[in-house]
């Protein structure tokens, strides 16, 4: 072969194969994934339109409609992470000009605002101090005041450890005819989510948490009702990779290309929904709060208090208070240099005053918090 240019050799590294540490993940995520998971993931990689592939979606709408708690047909994985989701349950339901009220009380409601205003939304907050959580005449004042086309919320706040309690919200959107649109980022298969009977509209969560994959997919639901804002938008959606009119089209009957969809990572995602219908809803959930409950009660005994109050504590996600006088980023350097294990430091408004540590999906398990408790207190006395 007579090339026209010499090639260039500079960035031809002799990289080593990879070699990487084996962490235990405690931290906000990612969680460690299931065994079973990284297996499915190594099955071989099939074609976005393969009649076998077509099956593994069918599938996954199914366990992820059990997952949620709820009936809606356009339930799907997107791919991308769980902002990508995020992204797409307000693209496909904001149009220039519509309100939506954000509850803002931790760093992800925050980019909640950032992203319904770059939808043209005229954007209007709620906030609360990190750590707590909206009250339901907290919410109705939201309401009566802003009357917007949508309500978003936080289920799970990652950066605190709070969780939102979403009973008797949708009858307040109700009466005030706007759409409820929840974050279950952190809650999906590790904290009672029940989408149907909240009477939630558009939700979106991720591979890498409760559920036990690796990061790069995120599930996505809408209901009927925020399906027919989207059949009746005045304009189209300004986001086309995101489109749920083009991915229905792709996910629903007339399979249409759409996007080359990793394979791989829908065996992963379909594995972990198995493994949550197998072990059943009410188990796992079960499992996370006691497995919560020993690590607060062992970081009691160690000295050191929680962050959030323990009726709307998260059992997937524990803030801890960094005691007076503690480097709180030098001890979790420590816990990755002599103990593989990652823990999160505190995000936003809480940096150094917290750590985060996640107890999600397959690491809910008590073996976990035994070797967790034993670092921290041999780093920390
Ligand atoms: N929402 C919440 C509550 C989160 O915790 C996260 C990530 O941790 C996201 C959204 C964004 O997800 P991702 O980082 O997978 O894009």
């Given amino acids: 072969m007579t090339l026209s240019y010499p ?3 500079r960035h031809r590294i002799a990289a080593p194969q990879l070699d990487v540490p084996a962490r235990l993940l405690l931290g906000p995520g990612p969680a460690n994934v299931h065994p079973r998971v990284m297996a499915a993931m190594s099955l071989p990689t099939l074609g976005h339109l393969d009649p076998s592939y077509l099956k593994v979606m069918d599938e996954i709408q199914s366990l992820l409609r059990y997952t949620w708690q709820t009936d809606n047909p356009l339930t799907i994985s997107v791919s ?3 902002s990508a989701a995020m992204e797409a349950t307000l693209a496909n339901s904001v149009e220039s000009g519509d309100t939506v009220l954000v509850g803002v009380m931790g760093y992800f409601g925050h980019r909640l605002v950032d992203m319904a205003s770059r939808y043209g939304a005229k954007v209007e907050k709620l ?8 009250n339901l005449d907290e919410l109705r004042q939201g309401l009566e005041t802003y009357r917007p086309t949508i309500l978003a919320l936080v289920h799970a706040e990652t950066s605190t450890g709070a969780c939102q309690p979403i009973d008797g919200v949708s009858e307040l959107c109700r009466e005030y005819n706007c759409l409820l649109l929840l974050d279950t980022v952190t809650s999906l298969g590790g904290v009672p989510v029940f989408l149907d009977q909240w009477g939630v509209d558009l939700a979106y969560s991720c591979s890498q948490k409760g559920l036990g994959c690796p990061p790069g997919l995120s599930p996505f639901t809408m209901s009927p009702q925020a399906w027919e804002k989207l059949q009746n938008r005045r304009s189209p959606v300004a986001n086309w990779y995101l489109d749920m009119n083009l991915l229905n089209r792709y996910w629903g009957n007339e399979r249409v290309y759409h996007h080359t969809a990793s394979s791989n990572l829908n065996y992963g995602l379909r594995e972990a929904l198995r493994i949550v219908a197998e072990e059943g809803l009410e188990n796992r959930w079960q499992r996370h709060y006691n497995n919560a409950k020993m690590l607060w009660e062992g970081l009691s005994e160690i000295g050191l208090k929680c962050h959030v109050a323990e009726e709307f504590r998260l ?6 208070r960094v005691p007076d006088g503690v480097d709180s980023k030098a001890i979790a350097r420590q816990l990755l240099t002599e103990y593989n294990i990652e823990v999160g430091l505190g995000l936003g408004e809480l940096a150094g005053q917290v750590w985060r540590i996640g107890l999600m999906g397959y690491n809910s398990r008590k073996e976990n918090i035994v070797l967790l408790l034993k670092a921290l207190q041999e780093t920390l006395y």
């Fill in 127 to 134: 906030t609360k101090p990190w750590g707590q959580v909206f």
């Fill in 80 to 82: 991308g992470t769980g």
């Fill in 315 to 320: 059992p997937t996600l524990t803030t801890v």
């Fill in 7 to 9: 090639i260039n050799d």
